[in-house]
Nanobody
Framework: QVQPVESGGGLVQAGGSLRISCVLS????????MGWFRQAPGKEREFVAA????????FYGDSVKGRFTISRDNAKNTVYLQMNSLKPEDTAVYYC??????????????????WGQGTQVTVSS
């Protein structure tokens, strides 16, 4: 069983930066595309960013383009989300998800197989 585990969330002021991480643990016998999603109170979960298993391709949701950067270190089975120029509307629980490398990278949450428990990011105004 593969298990993503997020960390690094916290409280930050608007305009600030934060980097959250996701470690993929368990029986990892193949590569995985990785995605970040977020869910704010009272809202549906939305796509934030995704990265291919090789790291060569990245994708972003419209609301974070130019501010967030997804990256990965496969030697550490870790994916990062660098968040800059944070806004109060970025406040949400951020979830990491994994999808087999034998499928296409996706922005659709129902196409991911494994999910973490989430890490809270709060941006104060």
């Amino acid at each position: 069983q593969v298990q993503p585990v997020e960390s690094g969330g916290g409280l930050v002021q608007a305009g600030g930066s934060l980097r959250i991480s996701c470690v993929l643990s368990g029986l990892i016998s193949r590569g995985y595309h990785m995605g970040w999603f977020r869910q704010a109170p009272g809202k549906e979960r939305e796509f934030v960013a995704a990265i291919s298993w090789s790291g060569r391709s990245t994708f972003y949701g419209d609301s974070v383009k130019g501010r967030f950067t997804i990256s990965r270190d496969n030697a550490k089975n870790t994916v990062y989300l660098q968040m800059n120029s944070l806004k109060p509307e970025d406040t949400a629980v951020y979830y990491c998800a994994a999808r087999s490398q034998y499928e296409l990278v996706s922005s659709k949450q129902n196409e991911y197989d494994y999910w973490g428990q989430g890490t809270q990011v709060t941006v104060s105004s």
